[in-house]
Nanobody, 126 residues
Framework: QVQLVESGGGLVQAGGSLRLSCTAS????????MGWFRQPPGKEREFVAT????????YYADSVKGRFTISRDNAKNTVSLQMNSLRPEDTAAYYC???????????????????WGQGTQVTVSS
C-alpha cells in the first residue's frame, strides 16, 4: 500500500514563500506522474502542478505559472513544490497525488491520480 506523506504547509504573508514536500512510502513504487492539487475554502479541488517520471515534463495551472516550481527526486520518491510570491488566493489545503500509469485522461485531471496524501494547509495573509 502506497502512502503519501506531505510536509511544509503553514502561514505566510503575501509575497512570501513556502516549500511543500511529499514522499511516497513504498520504495519499489514508481509513479508516472507526481503532482499537487489544492482545494480553497468553499471551492472545488483544482490542479496546481505535476511532473512526469523519466522525461520530467512539468505542467502548471495558469494561476501559478512563473511563481511555483515543481521538482521530483525519483531515487527518493519525493516531489516538491516551491511556492514563491504567494498571494491570499493561494490559500488552500494542498494535496500531493500520484498517477501510477499514464491514462487517456488529461494529466491535469484529478481522476487518474490513484494515491493521495492527507493534505497540508497553506494560508497566505494579506
Amino acid at each position: 500500500q502506497v502512502q503519501l506523506v506531505e510536509s511544509g504547509g503553514g502561514l505566510v504573508q503575501a509575497g512570501g514563500s513556502l516549500r511543500l514536500s511529499c514522499t511516497a512510502s513504498a520504495r519499489t513504487y514508481s509513479a508516472y506522474a507526481m503532482g499537487w492539487f489544492r482545494q480553497p475554502p468553499g471551492k472545488e479541488r483544482e490542479f496546481v502542478a505535476t511532473i512526469t517520471d523519466i522525461v520530467g515534463a512539468t505542467y502548471y495551472a495558469d494561476s501559478v505559472k512563473g511563481r511555483f516550481t515543481i521538482s521530483r527526486d525519483n531515487a527518493k520518491n519525493t516531489v516538491s513544490l516551491q511556492m514563491n510570491s504567494l498571494r491570499p488566493e493561494d490559500t488552500a489545503a494542498y494535496y500531493c497525488a500520484t498517477m501510477t500509469r499514464r491514462t487517456i485522461l488529461s494529466i491535469t485531471d484529478h481522476r487518474p491520480y490513484d494515491h493521495w496524501g492527507q493534505g497540508t494547509q497553506v494560508t497566505v495573509s494579506s
